[in-house]
T-cell receptor, first 112, second 115 residues
Framework: GNSVTQMEGPVTLSEEAFLTINCTYT??????LFWYVQYPGEGLQLLLK?????DKGSNKGFEATYRKETTSFHLEKGSVQVSDSAVYFC???????????FGQGTRLTINP | GAGVSQTPSNKVTEKGKYVELRCDPI?????LYWYRQSLGQGPEFLIY????????DSGLPNDRFFAVRPEGSVSTLKIQRTERGDSAVYLC?????????????FGPGTRLTVL
C-alpha cells in the first residue's frame, strides 16, 4: 500500500542549528510529495511540495528534494529559529487521487 | 478571506451517543475532505467530496460514520453509537477541486472525546 515513514521525534535543537527531518515513502506510480506544518494552537498548513522527481520545494528557508531513486523527501533548513518550533508532517498524494497520506509527524522544538 | 472553519472546537460525549461535526469550507472551493487524527499520529483520510457527491469514501472506518454535503458547501460528519476509540481530532480541508490535485487548506479541527 501507500505509506509515509518519518523520522522519529521529538527533535530538539538550538537556534541557528542545521535541521534535517527524514521522510521516506512507499507508493504506486509517481506521487506528489508534501510537507505540512502545524504550529502550536493552529491548523495544518502546507509548507512546501514537489510534484515530480528531482523537483525541489522551498518555502520560509525550508527545502526538500523529491528523490525517486531513494524514495525520499527529506526536509532541511540551514539555520532554524525558535519560531520554527512545530509538528512537521510529510505526506504524499497518488497520481489520479485526491486524498493525502500522512506520516506520523515529527515534533520539533528550537531552544534559544 | 476566511479560512476553513469547524464547529464545535471541542465535543465531549458519552459512549453510544450520536454526534455531528460541521465544516465550513473556503468560499468557492468545490472539493472538501475529512481526516481523523489520533493522538501522536498523522491525519488519516476519511472521505472526499467533489461538489455534493462523495467521490471517495474509502477511509470511513465502518457504517457508524457518515458524511453529507447537500448543497456543495457546508459538510457534516455524523457518527452514530460513538465508541471510546472514536476519540480523536477530526480535521476538515477544502480545495479548489482542480483536476490533478491542488492545495488542501485545513481547518483547526474538532476534538472529539468519547467517555
Amino acid at each position: 500500500g501507500n505509506s509515509v515513514t518519518q523520522m522519529e521525534g521529538p527533535v530538539t535543537l538550538s537556534e541557528e542549528a542545521f535541521l534535517t527531518i527524514n521522510c521516506t515513502y512507499t507508493a504506486t506510480g509517481y506521487p506528489s510529495l508534501f510537507w505540512y506544518v502545524q504550529y502550536p494552537g493552529e491548523g495544518l498548513q502546507l509548507l512546501l511540495k514537489a510534484t515530480k522527481a528531482d523537483d525541489k520545494g522551498s518555502n520560509k528557508g525550508f527545502e526538500a528534494t523529491y528523490r525517486k531513486e531513494t524514495t525520499s523527501f527529506h526536509l532541511e533548513k540551514g539555520s532554524v529559529q525558535v519560531s520554527d518550533s512545530a509538528v512537521y508532517f510529510c505526506a504524499l498524494r497518488i497520481q489520479g487521487a485526491q486524498k493525502l497520506v500522512f506520516g506520523q509527524g515529527t515534533r520539533l522544538t528550537i531552544n534559544p | 478571506g476566511a479560512g476553513v472553519s469547524q464547529t464545535p472546537s471541542n465535543k465531549v460525549t458519552e459512549k453510544g451517543k450520536y454526534v455531528e461535526l460541521r465544516c465550513d469550507p473556503i468560499s468557492g472551493h468545490t472539493a472538501l475532505y475529512w481526516y481523523r487524527q489520533s493522538l501522536g499520529q498523522g491525519p488519516e483520510f476519511l472521505i472526499y467530496f467533489q461538489g455534493t457527491g462523495a467521490a471517495d469514501d474509502s477511509g470511513l472506518p465502518n457504517d457508524r460514520f457518515f458524511a453529507v454535503r447537500p448543497e456543495g458547501s457546508v459538510s457534516t460528519l455524523k457518527i452514530q453509537r460513538t465508541e471510546r476509540g472514536d476519540s480523536a481530532v477530526y480535521l476538515c480541508a477544502s480545495s479548489q477541486g482542480l483536476a490533478g490535485g491542488d492545495t488542501q487548506y485545513f481547518g483547526p479541527g474538532t476534538r472529539l472525546t468519547v467517555l
